[in-house]
């Protein structure tokens, strides 16, 4: 039974270095942008950079559209080939990397040079695969370390160990008088 004490400052657990560095880390991503883009306006001028700008946002959507394209071809392609009962293909090179792409051609849609470039290098396809062989490698370590269960059970342990004081865990039981009898309409409510 809680009281609605608050929980000890003490046994509050850390915060975690994402949650930590990733407001100032957007808040530095943001400078450096527009510092970036006034140095460009300033070497030439603002017609150049909007031309950049929108040539950036031309390109990502051109790459987000093909991926999509790709992805749901592969997807259907799946799909026939299990409705005709044939064994569908193994790995597939063409299928990898339609994350990869979209996330580079989103970031060559969000105005900025420093995002385009990201977005342009995401789209080679050596850098597709080194991204792509450590996120794997990344979601492997972080599975192995969480407790055996189901996913649900994960998710419901990081509630438990994470309390805010709001959430009591329990069950309603109702016990009515003869349960075997039907129940008798209730009266109207009146003013």
């Known amino acids: 039974m809680t009281t609605g004490a608050q929980t000890p400052s003490s046994a509050r657990p850390r915060r975690s270095r994402l949650r ?46 093909r991926a999509g394209r790709r992805a749901f071809r592969n997807l259907s392609e799946t799909l026939q080939q299990q409705q005709s009962g044939t064994a569908p293909a193994g790995a597939r090179p063409a299928g990898e990397g339609n994350g990869l792409m979209m996330l580079g051609g989103l970031l060559l849609i969000i105005p900025g040079l420093l995002s385009d470039a990201v977005g342009l290098l995401l789209l080679l396809p050596p850098v597709q695969k080194t991204v792509s062989r450590s996120a794997e490698r990344t979601f492997e370590r972080k599975l192995r370390e969480a407790d055996p269960g189901t996913v649900g059970g994960v998710f419901r342990q990081a509630r438990i160990h994470q309390p805010d004081g709001k959430v009591v865990q329990g069950e309603v039981v109702r016990d009515e008088p003869g349960g075997d009898t039907p129940r008798q309409p209730r009266p109207p409510l009146t003013h």
């Not at 030439?44 to 950049?52: C, F, G, K, R």
């Open 20 to 65: 930590t560095f990733l407001p100032l880390g957007i808040a530095v991503w943001l400078v450096l942008e527009i510092w970036l883009l006034t140095l460009v306006a300033g070497a030439s001028n603002a017609l150049v950079v909007l031309l950049v700008l929108l040539a950036g946002v031309a390109a990502g959507s051109v790459v987000i559209k």
